[in-house]
């Protein structure tokens, strides 16, 4: 990540250099914290209370093994936080015991993709299954055994590690995803086929629903997509367990990937708009609490503390409807 920031002419301030010591908050109009990373200095200055600037925690997890995804210091995100947004409803559930009952800052933000996916614009017509792309950095052994099943079938198959020479995962982009017809991963490359009209297979480390459907859509959309399926586990040991059960053979993976795609091409074509409303980026921000206020600041910053007041929302609210 920090060479990806580092390429793209971001200045990256690290902990423990003379840069990290000298951040002044004031300087910024908005401060994204990720994983309860908080500079001491920026911590220590009381104008975080301020007019400026907002603060928006983060967390991407419901696992209570990942400590740096919950709050660690008492009420630390309540006394700064402008906004607490989750990527999905299972991670805000398990989060919401670590704040008081009436909190009413946690939204979802449902890892929108960027606006490249949505105005990406489809060329790609087959309605027989001749190309896959698979985008996963802990494939179980079942899906393995399928891309030499769907080989032998005549389809062309790829990794993204195979494709990119790197061992662990690299960003994905429209030009890549397009070159195939289905695409197999969890989690985020959901949501960029999803806003592309590109159908998806969702299999992984926790097994998976396959493809989507209306039946099934918003509880896997409450797991963000990872494949999960239970209805609330907080713990990672546990739902590998839980989904180590329902794991399909080779055999059925790789006949649900044949049999179903062309209705899978459909469905993702025909509800690609609603999708591009829920979650892409352009669609997502502006809904979320304190967005408005934002803008406000941007343009009259004095004024934006004042106005957080009617960006207020009930809890949970979820960004992605």
Not at 47 to 52: A, G, I
Not at 134 to 148: G, K, T
Not at 224 to 240: A, H, K, Y
Not at 253 to 269: C, F, M, S, T, V
């Amino acid at each position: 990540m920090l060479t990806i920031l580092q390429n793209k002419g971001f200045q990256v301030i690290q902990r423990g250099t003379p840069e990290a010591s000298s951040i002044n908050a004031e300087d910024y109009d908005l401060i994204w914290i990720q994983h309860e990373t908080i500079p001491e200095s920026v911590l220590s200055q009381e104008t975080l209370l301020s007019e400026k600037p907002i603060v928006i925690f983060s967390h991407m997890s419901p696992f209570s093994e990942l400590h740096i995804e919950f709050p660690y210091i008492h009420s630390l995100e309540e006394k700064y936080a402008n906004l607490i947004v989750c990527n999905s409803p299972s991670t805000a559930d398990a989060q919401r015991p670590f704040f008081t009952a009436d909190d009413n800052k946690i939204e979802i933000y449902p890892n929108p993709s960027p606006s490249q996916f949505s105005q990406y614009s489809s060329t790609r017509t087959n309605k027989v299954l001749k190309s896959i792309l698979v985008v996963s950095n802990h494939r179980p052994q079942e899906l393995d055994e399928v891309l030499d099943i769907l080989r032998n079938s005549n389809i062309a198959v790829d990794t993204l590690q195979d494709i990119s020479g790197q061992k662990q995962g690299t960003i994905t982009s429209t030009s890549l995803l397009s070159k195939y017809d289905l695409i197999i991963s969890i989690g985020k490359t959901v949501q960029y086929c999803l806003t592309m009209g590109k159908p998806v297979y969702i299999y992984d480390q926790f097994g998976g629903p396959g493809y989507l459907n209306d039946s099934i859509f918003k509880q896997i959309a409450y797991h963000n997509f990872s494949g999960r399926q239970e209805q609330v586990n907080s713990s990672l040991i546990q739902s590998i367990h839980t989904c180590s059960i329902r794991h399909l053979s080779a055999q059925q993976i790789a006949q649900q990937i044949r049999d179903g795609y062309e209705d899978a091409l459909q469905y993702h074509k025909s509800h690609r708009q609603q999708f591009i409303e829920r979650y892409s980026i352009e669609h997502v921000f502006p809904r979320i609490g304190c967005a408005r206020c934002l803008a406000q600041m941007w343009s009259a910053r004095r004024r934006a503390r004042s106005q957080c007041v009617d960006c207020m929302v009930s809890p949970s609210r979820d960004m992605s409807r």
